[in-house]
């Protein structure tokens, strides 16, 4: 279990985390969410004890982690932006160094630093200094020193960052499968909202430190404008405004090629059948009719936005 409770931090005159508070259960993949600048790495940097808050407290797997900071930090494996120091350091001297620290040795410290180095196919860079490995692979070995102790709970900032396509999805594998059945806390900070549907239980969204929402990924979706909105993809344009009259429409949105239209419900309203029905009555050449779900990129658009103004 993590606890954050009105965790709030100060550098000069700017509050950089401002009165937070959140819990994260075992089993949650919690995507941690803000436009740049908002207060994620500092949350991350005070939940890991490597910055002290200057008010509230968090605790993990029930240490305080100001007054029991070795016992939390047991508990968890934490991946830093940016990329690992010591950059003169071979790879696997380093994961070796990482698993000495974190008390294993003998075999079992051979082991952890092969199991590691698998999930992060780090076989072909395994002599290789960690500076002259290209950002990917960095970020690849920052994350295979967080897991490499099998920790409860993981804290990992902008993971995909900086990965190819292929690698972006096998992290998030790799995510997932830690967290499955597990009953592991797993959070990660991220700019790319499809990682958020891709992985997360739960968001939290942050602007200028504080809270701004909570929920399941469905739930933020739920707040979208386009949440239940009807797309009718078409062989050729339709006269479309009569849509308008029918009950439940807001609002229709129509391609410049008059090839697709979005109908925008009222909140509340379903209004599939309805469109559907109209579609049918009157002949409309469709190739495609489907319902929304909602747009996360326009929830977190709309709630940073009301907070910047
Ligand atoms: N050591 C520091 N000294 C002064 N200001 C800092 C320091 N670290 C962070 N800040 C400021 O605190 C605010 C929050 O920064 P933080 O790095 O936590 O944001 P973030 O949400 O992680 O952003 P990004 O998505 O760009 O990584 C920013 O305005 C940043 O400039």
Not at 63 to 90: K, N, V
Not at 108 to 136: C, D, F, N, P
Not at 222 to 250: I, K, M
Not at 269 to 287: K, L, N, S, T
Request: some cysteine; glycine content about 10%.
């Amino acid at each position: 279990m993590i606890k954050i409770n009105s965790l709030t931090k100060r550098f000069g005159d700017h509050v950089a985390v401002d009165n937070l508070s959140f819990d994260v259960s075992p089993g949650e993949v919690l995507g941690f969410l803000g436009p740049n600048g908002a207060g994620k790495s500092t949350t991350m940097k005070m939940l890991t004890g490597f910055l002290t808050p200057d008010g509230g407290s968090a605790s993990v797997g029930g240490f305080d982690i100001q007054t029991q900071t070795l016992q939390a930090q047991q508990q968890m494996g934490y991946l830093p932006e940016g990329a690992p120091c010591y950059g003169d350091m071979r790879v696997k001297r380093f994961l070796e160094f990482i698993a000495e620290v974190r008390g294993f040795s003998g075999a079992e410290k051979h082991k952890r630093v092969a199991w590691a180095a698998e999930q992060l196919e780090l076989g072909a860079v395994m002599s290789q200094s960690i500076e002259t490995l290209s950002k990917g692979f960095k970020r690849r070995v920052g994350l295979a020193q967080a897991i490499l102790h099998d920790p409860s709970i993981l804290i990992l900032d902008e993971p995909t960052d900086g990965l190819d396509p292929n690698q972006k999805y096998q992290v998030r594998k790799l995510i997932k499968q830690l967290a499955e059945g597990s009953n592991k806390i797993v959070v990660i900070s991220t700019h790319i909202l499809e990682e958020v549907s891709a992985v997360c239980t739960r968001a939290v969204v942050i602007a200028h430190g504080r809270l701004l929402a909570d929920g399941t990924p469905e739930q933020l979706e739920a707040r979208s404008r386009y949440h239940q909105a009807v797309t009718v993809a078409l062989e050729q344009p339709v006269d479309s405004q009569p849509l308008l009259g029918l009950p439940g429409v807001q609002e229709i949105e129509v391609r410049p090629d008059g090839h697709l239209l979005t109908v925008i419900a009222k909140p509340g309203e379903v209004i599939f059948p309805v469109v559907g029905q109209y579609a049918q009555d009157h002949a409309w050449p469709v190739r495609e009719l489907s319902v929304e779900r909602g747009r996360l990129d326009e929830v977190f658009r709309r709630l940073t936005a009301e907070e910047a103004a």
